[in-house]
Structure formats: C-alpha cells, structure tokens
C-alpha cells in the first residue's frame, strides 16, 4: 500500500508481485541516492521498483533482510544466513559475496 496525502488514503501496489509476496515483506529498502527506487524482500525474494512501488520486477530468491549503499542506487546486499548477496545492477543478477558463518539452529 502506498499513501501520498500523510496516511488519509491508500492505493495498492503490488503490480508484478507474486500472489504469495503480497501482504509478506520482511525488509524494505529506499534508494536515498534514486528517488523512486526501492527494494523490498517479500516471501523470501528480492522485488526492485523504479517508480515508487508501482511496478515491481523479482529479483533473486533466498533473502531475509536488505541494504542499499547510500551513495549508489543500483548496489544492493541481501542476506540469506549464512550467505552475503550483493548486486551491482538494482537487483537484476547477484553474486555471493561472503558467508557470515555457520547457520544457526
């Protein structure tokens, strides 16, 4: 859901979001670099938006929680435990970055 008016009204946006993503982020993440651009972790994948979350492309699966580098819109890191994801292309491919130890049990 997204407001403009401070909350008085709400308009849904979950154009390109699986079923099962709707109503299930965990982690959302804003480009203060890029207005408009956005990240989010819904039902364990990574969606992007370009345009303040009214279209949302899919990312990657396998993620938990997020992080934009402040100084660059298109560098994202996503978590996985144990695993580090970065992308360098706003969410559109990923690469293994590090591993932050053993999984927890």
Do not use: C, F
């Not at 890029?34 to 949302?56: E, F, H, K, L, Q």
């Not at 402040?70 to 435990?81: E, F, G, L, R």
């Amino acid at each position: 859901m997204k407001s403009l008016d401070g909350g008085q009204s709400w308009t849904p946006i979950h154009s390109g979001l699986s079923e099962t993503a709707r109503g299930r982020v965990a982690s959302i993440a804003l480009a203060r670099s890029r207005p408009g651009t956005m990240y989010i972790v819904a039902d364990g994948r990574v969606y992007a938006s370009d345009d303040g979350g009214s279209n949302w492309r899919g990312g990657t699966d396998g993620a938990s929680a997020l992080a934009v580098d402040p100084t660059n819109a298109s560098h994202v890191y996503a978590t996985d435990s144990p695993l580090v994801k970065v992308s360098t292309d706003g969410a559109r491919s990923w690469r293994t970055l590090a591993s932050a130890g053993p999984r927890a049990k």
